[in-house]
C-alpha cells in the first residue's frame, strides 16, 4: 500500500538516500516492484531530527514525491542522523497532510504500510479505546494514524514493543469479534530521535516485506570499492520496505513476526507477538 | 469564522451569484466586514444540484476562493436552482479538503459558520453520541463535521428542526458539564434538495451574522428597473452570512434564535429552542 | 507522455466516458499500457461546452487524476455533448495548472500528447513566431501549450488543418536548423466546439498511438446487447490515446501522418502533411 | 502586492524572525499594513543558505504561508545566516510555484514586490533582449522573474547594481515608447550567499515601502534588556517591507531611488540610478 524507508547514523544529506541510489524511494513512488500498489503517489512525508532540537521535523505534502520540487530541496541541503520518509498508496482514505506518515507525538514519530482490515467496521471501537486525553489530536481518518494513538494510549513512550503489542492485540481481538479473519496487516517504524523500532507483523503471517541493511563492516569489506561506505559509521543501518540500489549482500529480509530495535550499540532482532489490547 | 451563501430558486449561473454583486461572497473571502476574521482563505466549497440527479455535486478546496481558477470556471458554465457556498476560516483545525464545507450525506447537504467552544475538550463525547453506523463516515477533524453527523443521528432526514435542536441541546449539555459557559456559536444551512433550512443560534444569544433576502416580489416594486429581477422567479430566495450586493431593502437579518425554511410555497420563520439532546 | 481523450455526440454525463469503462482514461493514470511513461499522475484536465454558451469550461489540476475527488464529482454532475480530458506525465516541465491541457482560446481548446524534441534548443525561436499580440497570453511553459500558440498564429481559427500543418512546418524547420533529426512527436485535439480535429504526426514515422471509435451503427449491429450503443445517436465519435472498455470491434487506428474531422456530417479521415512554417 | 524580508547575520531559526515578532512576515500574509494589498495570500517561498552548500534551498508553495504546515516546521527546524523570504499578493498573474519567490540562479537569489506597469504590453518585447542562452530557463509567467533573467542577462553575477540599473533601464526605455508614463515599480532584494543588495525604486519616485534595521550596536545600547540582540552579532541586519516588531528605533526607511549592501564590514547605502539598457 505504501513503501518507507528509516534511516540512523552517520548524518548524511536526505539526498543520499532519497535520491540517489538506483530504484530509490522516490524512484519506488512511481515504479514500486514489490508493494501491493505499483505507484505510491497519494502523499509523502519526510521527518528528520535537527541539532539540538528534540522534536523532529515533519514535512508532508499530498502530491505525489517523484515531481515535488520541495522534497528535492529539502533532500539536497537537509542532512540529518535519523530521517523517516513515505510514500503513500492509499487504500480510499482521503489524500489530505493529515493522512500523510510520519505522524508525530512530542519526539515521537510513526510510520506504516499495511492495512487494519475492513477499518471502516472496527473505527469506531478503536476510536473508543484511545486514551480519552488523546482522543482530541487525531486530525486525520486512517488506520495508521489510529495505530499510533493506540501504541501511545499503551505505553509507547515507555515500552515500544509492549504498546505495539497490545495495540496488535486490541486491533486482533476486535476484528475478529466482528468476524475479521486477519484484522491486521503491517510494517512500522517507530523512533524517539535516538533509538528506532521496526516491526513486521500480519495476522496471516505474510506479511508485506521489510529489509534492513547489512552491518557497515560486513559490507565494507564486501565492497571495498565503495566510497559511501568508508564515510559512515558502523553503527548506520537502514530499514526498508524495498531495497534501493544494486549493492550485492546489503540487504537482509526481516523475518516475519518479528522487531528489530537499532540504537547507539549492538543492534537486536527480536520474535513479535501481539498481547492482550 | 467562515461567510457562506445559500440559493434557491430560478436556476441562475453561479457567476450571478457568487461573483457578480459588489461585495460579493468571492470577494468577501479576501475582505468581509461582519465577519469575526476579515480574511477567510481557508479554503472553499460549492455545492450544487444538478437536473435529474438526486445528490449533489460538492466541489471542495483548500485554497483561496479568490485566486481558485476552477471555481472561476465552474461559476461561468453551471446553472442550479439551489446551491450552497461556503468560505472558510479555519480556527486552527487543519486546512483539508475533508474539512470544507458544505458536507454531504446522501442527497442532504450542510454548512456551518461559527463553532463549539472549547472543541477540543469536548470532541470525544460528542464522537460518541454519533450513531456507530455513521461514525466510520467521519472523513475530517472540524466541530463543523461532527454537529452534522449528530443532527444525522438525531434525525435530519426526516425533521430537520428538530434533529438541529437536538443537537444543540447536546453540545450545549455536553459543553456546561466540562465547565463551558456558551459551549456553541452558528449560523447553520441544511437542503434536502428541495427545501432550505437556515438556523441562527447561540448559547450566549449573540450569534454570528446572517440574513435572507426580501420578497421578490416586495423587491421588483422598489426597483423596477433592475434587470436581474425580472428573471428570477417570486420563489427566489437568498440567506447569507452577510449581504453581497447594494440593493437598499434586499436584505433582513434572520433573528436571534430562530430558524427559516424556504420551499415552494410560503417560505417561514420560527423561533428555535435547543432541545435535550 | 501523455494521455487524452476527445468525444463528440449525444451528451452524456462525463462519468460514462472517464470513470466507467474498463481500463478507463481515469484507470490509465495509474496505469497505462500504450504510453511511454506508465503512470500520468502529473495533472490533468477537463473541458467541456455547456448549453448556451460558446465558451468551453476548463477545469485543471496538478494533482494526479486518479485521487482528484472533484473530478470525480463533476464527473458525476455535468452532461456534455463535446468535452475533452487529459491526463498528464511530465518529462519535466513544472507541474503547475498553466501546463495542463486543454488549453483555450476563447472558444477553442487543445490539447496534445507528445514532445517538441529538444525544446529547450528551440523555445526561444518558436516563442518569436507567435503573433506578437497573443506572445503575453503564453501562461506555461510546455511545449504543448507552445504549439498551440503556433497554431493560432498560423490562423488555427479559420484553417485547422491548415495551421497545424504550418505549426509542424516551423518546428521540424527549427529543429533541424539546431541539429534535431526527429524534431516533433505528437497527437493533438482541437475543437471550437462543433467539429473535432485530430492529428497523428511524427518527424519520424513513428508516431504515438491514436485511435477513434467506430460507427455507432456498425457497433450496434456487431453488439446489439450493449445498452449503452442504443443510447446514443449515430454521430457519436470518440478519439484516445489508449481505448478503454473491452468492445471488440470498437476502435481504429488513427493511421501515421493522417487527421481525421468530427462532425455533424460524414467523419472525414486525410493524410497530413507538414507545411512551410 | 507583496511582502518581503531578508535576513544577514548570526545564524538563526528562521522560527526567530517569521514568527516570533508582533506582526510578524506571516502575520503580514493575512493582515498588511503598509501594502497596497492588506491580503498576502497568493503563495509564498522562502530560501535558505545551509553550511558547506552553496546553492541556496528554496522552498515555495501556492498556499497562503498563514496557514502552511510544512513552512511552519521548516521554521521550526531551520537555522541560516543568510536567508529570504517572499509573501505573494497576485496582480492577476497564474498561482503557481513558479511564479513565487525568491526565484534562484546558481548561487543567487532574488525577489521582489512591485510590478512592471502595463506588463501585458511590453513582455514580449522585455523577453527578447534576455540572454538567448538562459530564455528557455523561464518558467514562470511574473514580471518579477522577468526582472531577474534581465539583471542575469545585464552581469548581475559580476556587478548587481549595474545589471539592476540596466535592467530598470530597459524596462523604463521599453515602457516609455509604449506610452506608459511610470514603467517600473520595486523593491528588489538580491544575494549571492555572501552579501546582500535592496533596492528602492520607482519611475514615479514613489516606491514602495522597504526598511533596513539599526545596527546592533545602537540597538543594543538603546534596550538593554532585550536578550535576542545580546545573542547576535554586530554585523546582523534585516531589511524589510513592513517592520515587524515593535521595538523603538530599530527601523529606518531606505530612502527613494537608493540601494543597500550587507556585508561583513561597514554596510553601504547608494543612489540608485537606472541606466541605459
Redesign the interface.
Known amino acids: 500500500m505504501c513503501r518507507w524507508l528509516a534511516y540512523s547514523g552517520t548524518p548524511v544529506l536526505l539526498d543520499t538516500i532519497l535520491y540517489k541510489p538506483a530504484h530509490s524511494l522516490i524512484d519506488q513512488s ?2 514500486s516492484r514489490l508493494g501491493v500498489e ?2 505510491n ?2 502523499g509523502f512525508g519526510v521527518g ?1 531530527y ?1 541539532p539540538d ?1 528534540d ?10 514525491a ?2 515535488n ?2 522534497l528535492r ?2 533532500a ?3 542532512s540529518s542522523p535519523l530521517f523517516f520518509a513515505h510514500i503513500r498508496a ?1 487504500t480510499g ?6 493522512n500523510c506518515h510520519p505522524f508525530r507525538h512530542d519526539r515521537w514519530m510513526w510510520m506504516h504500510n499495511g492495512a487494519i482490515t475492513d ?3 472496527v ?2 471501537d478503536l ?2 479505546a484511545i486514551d ?1 486525553g488523546l ?2 489530536d ?4 486512517t488506520d495508521s494514524e489510529m495505530m499510533f494513538f493506540l501504541a501511545l494510549t499503551f505505553g509507547l513512550e515507555h515500552d515500544p514493543p509492549g504498546a505495539v503489542a497490545r495495540m496488535v492485540g486490541l486491533v486482533e481481538e476486535t476484528g475478529r469479534r466482528r468476524g475479521v479473519e486477519y484484522p491486521i496487516q503491517m510494517t512500522v517504524a517507530v523512533t524517539d530521535g535516538r533509538r528506532l523500532w521496526a516491526f513486521r507483523y500480519s495476522s496471516q503471517g505474510s506479511s508485506r516485506s521489510l529489509y534492513y541493511s547489512t552491518q557497515v563492516e560486513t559490507l565494507r569489506a564486501l565492497h571495498p570499492d565503495v566510497a559511501f561506505l568508508r564515510h559512515i559509521s558502523d553503527e548506520t543501518r537502514l530499514v526498508v520496505s524495498e531495497p534501493p540500489g544494486d549493492l550485492p549482500g546489503a540487504w537482509n529480509q526481516v523475518p516475519e513476526s518479528s522487531y528489530g530495535v537499532v540504537y547507539q550499540g549492538a543492534d537486536e532482532l527480536h520474535v513479535f507477538t501481539p498481547a492482550a489490547g
Do not use: K, M
Open positions: 512511481l515504479h505499483t505507484t503517489g497519494d528528520w535537527a532540537i522534536t523532529p521535523a515533519i514535512v508532508r505534502d499530498t502530491t505525489p517523484w515531481n520540487r520541495n530541496e529539502l539536497d541541503h537537509i492509499s482514505t482521503a489524500v489530505q497532510q493529515t477499518f471502516h467496521q473505527r469506531r476510536a473508543l480519552p482522543f482530541s487525531i486530525e486525520g481518518s
